[in-house]
């Protein structure tokens, strides 16, 4: 890889889908490639491809759109090295920059002033083996920890990990997400509720609005 250049496979402005700032408008940069296969996955189309593209221009797109927020997202962009150049980039530049990753590589060295959104991988996702759970070490007050969920048992596993690891006291917010189309979020939310658990509830706004358009 040259130095200094990132794969990307698009750059564009819509409303966070997810997270603590869900509907805030957010330029996005998706990195491409993966080596994770998640069933649900919904952005196959950035396991491949992309165009290569000098930071000093990503950052150039980026300010055209004058955001606040920025996240960096894929694919899994930890695995482009030179990440880690461009989210320091970002935080350099006055953003509010937060990173989503699989949490299948290290999250030691990212930035701390970005914000972690970091998966644990679920028995239904079919890359539960691929966590990296000394990450776990790695994650603040400053970030987040996703679970999406596909069935009651994923529910049970991550109701496992949330208290074996004490997630909540760790993590600024810990997330259940009902994977679209396999979960039911009634379902979901009534199981968050009877079991009083310490955890935003959460649904991909994206998808309710645009029905998971690529560029939103």
């Keep these: 890889m040259n130095a200094n250049t990132l794969r990307i496979t698009e750059i564009f402005y819509s409303l966070q889908g997810e997270s603590r700032t869900l509907g805030v ?16 996955c919904d952005t196959e189309y950035a396991f491949h ?4 593209r000098q930071i000093e221009d990503i950052l150039a797109t980026v300010a055209s759109y004058k955001p606040r927020y920025v996240c960096v997202t894929g694919g899994e962009p ?3 090295p ?3 150049t461009l989210l320091t980039a970002l935080c350099d530049a006055g953003y509010e920059v937060s990173i989503e990753t699989s949490g299948a590589l290290s999250v030691e060295h990212v930035d701390s002033r970005v914000s972690k959104v970091m998966d644990l991988k679920t028995p239904a996702s079919g890359e539960m083996h691929r966590n990296l759970m000394e990450n776990i070490a790695h994650i ?11 069935n009651r048992e994923d529910y049970d596993w991550a109701r496992f990990q949330l208290d074996s690891q004490n997630l909540a006291d760790k993590a600024g917010e810990v997330l259940f997400s ?7 979020a009634t379902d979901l ?9 310490p955890v935003r509830f959460q649904m991909q706004l994206h998808k309710l609005l645009w029905n998971d358009a690529a560029g939103h």
Excluded: M
């Excluded at 491809?49 to 290569?52: A, L």
């Excluded at 009902?178 to 039911?184: A, M, R, V, Y």
């Design 25 to 40: 408008p957010t330029v996005f940069v998706r990195l491409t490639g993966c080596p994770l296969r998640c069933v649900y």
């Design 49 to 52: 491809g992309g165009e290569r």
């Design 78 to 80: 930890l695995a482009q």
């Design 82 to 84: 030179e990440c880690h």
């Design 140 to 150: 603040g007050r400053h970030d987040q920890i996703k679970f999406v969920l596909c």
């Design 178 to 184: 009902p994977s679209f189309g396999q979960l039911s």
């Design 189 to 197: 939310a009534d199981w968050i509720v009877e079991d009083n658990l």
